[in-house]
């Protein structure tokens, strides 16, 4: 079996479309029910539903040997493990905001607000900017509106959510996608069945 780490979610449910297109399908995970785990002995595949989040941790330590993972969670975390694959799915990208019409006082440290710190502390160190980080696990679009932060360093993909609290996108600091990603000893040990399942993963690419 190889085990696979799909991310819990929308962006999961496409993940599973593609590989049952792909010859890897498991009917009994489209039942809705909350069970976790789902195998189809004939594809010789086991799929469990995680956190997106925590994708790279299970196939980093080998609990599952392939997941599909956000580019920002790989950036972020930087997880021992093989990127495989850009899915072209989910797409986003992370981005520095501010509220509408926000002045940068380049001689003052800018306060950043973000879930990913260390995405945020690469990107300013790059520019020079002394910055103090200020480290939230959601909503972090109210930290410029409650005078938390000066900007907040996030995902914004349709820039909806932006728009609505009064913010706008100031900067974008790397586009975001899904990732194939492999265990490093599964992909020694099952290299071909692995990269079987990346070809046939491929060919369900769409591009626009
Ligand atoms: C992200 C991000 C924004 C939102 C942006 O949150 O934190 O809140 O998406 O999307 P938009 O540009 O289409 O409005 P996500 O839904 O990933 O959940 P989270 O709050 O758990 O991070």
């Known amino acids: 079996m190889i085990n696979v780490a799909l991310p819990k979610g929308r962006l999961g449910e496409k993940v599973y479309g593609m590989f049952a297109a792909a010859g890897y399908e498991c009917p009994s995970i489209l039942e809705n029910n909350r069970r976790l785990i789902f195998e189809n002995p004939a594809s010789g595949v086991r799929y469990f539903w995680v956190k997106p989040s925590d994708v790279a941790i299970y196939v980093e330590r080998g609990a599952a040997d392939v997941g599909v993972a956000g580019k920002d969670i790989l950036l972020e975390y930087r997880p021992d493990v093989y990127e495989l694959l850009d899915l072209n799915i989910g797409r986003c990208r992370m981005a520095v905001a501010a509220?509408?019409?926000?002045?940068?006082?380049?001689?003052?440290?800018?306060?950043?607000?973000?879930?990913?710190?260390?995405?945020?502390?690469?990107?300013?160190?790059g520019l020079g900017r002394d910055i103090d980080i200020i480290h939230l696990n959601g909503s972090i679009e109210l930290a410029p509106i409650l005078g938390l932060s000066d900007v907040i360093v996030d995902i914004v993909e349709t820039g909806k959510t932006l728009l609505e609290n009064n913010l706008e996108p100031v900067e974008t600091i790397v586009p975001i996608s899904a990732r194939l990603i492999a265990n490093k000893a599964s992909f020694k040990f099952n290299s071909g069945r692995i990269e079987t399942i990346a070809e046939g993963l491929k060919g369900q690419i769409k591009y626009d």
């Open 99 to 125: 509220k509408v019409g926000f002045h940068d006082d380049v001689e003052k440290t800018l306060r950043v607000a973000t879930k990913f710190t260390r995405i945020a502390r690469e990107y300013y160190a």
